[in-house]
């Protein structure tokens, strides 16, 4: 999902209350270049957990798309061109 696409979900959700305003959150970037693989571990252990295969399946091809992403940086680095 694109960042734009996904805010406007999370909008969404604040506003009709079905997600709590003081909810902790932790946002992975497709430059992050750890990010694609702890979506890949999230979808395994969501799998493992019996989580819907349709959820399961996009956040694998979100993962699959992080990879494809250039250029790819170490967290916490701005400027770092991290070898994939």
Same mark, same amino acid.
Do not use: H, T, Y
């Given at each position: 999902?694109?960042?734009? %696409?996904?805010?406007? !979900?999370?909008?969404?959700?604040?506003?009709?209350?079905?997600?709590?305003? /003081?909810?902790?959150?932790?946002?992975?970037?497709?430059? /992050?270049? *750890?990010? /694609?693989? *702890?979506? /890949?571990?999230?979808?395994?252990?969501? %799998?493992? =957990?019996?989580?819907?295969?349709?959820?399961? =399946?996009?956040?694998? %091809?979100?993962?699959?798309?992080?990879?494809?992403?250039?250029? !790819? !940086?170490?967290?916490?680095?701005?400027?770092?061109?991290?070898?994939?």
């Amino acid at each position: 999902m694109e960042a734009k %696409q996904e805010i406007e !979900r999370l909008q969404k959700k604040l506003a009709d209350g079905s997600l709590p305003p /003081d909810e902790p959150l932790f946002v992975l970037r497709s430059q /992050d270049m *750890f990010a /694609d693989k *702890f979506v /890949d571990l999230w979808a395994n252990q969501a %799998q493992c =957990a019996g989580s819907p295969e349709g959820m399961v =399946a996009e956040a694998r %091809q979100l993962a699959a798309k992080m990879r494809g992403w250039s250029p !790819r !940086r170490i967290p916490g680095r701005p400027g770092s061109i991290a070898d994939a």
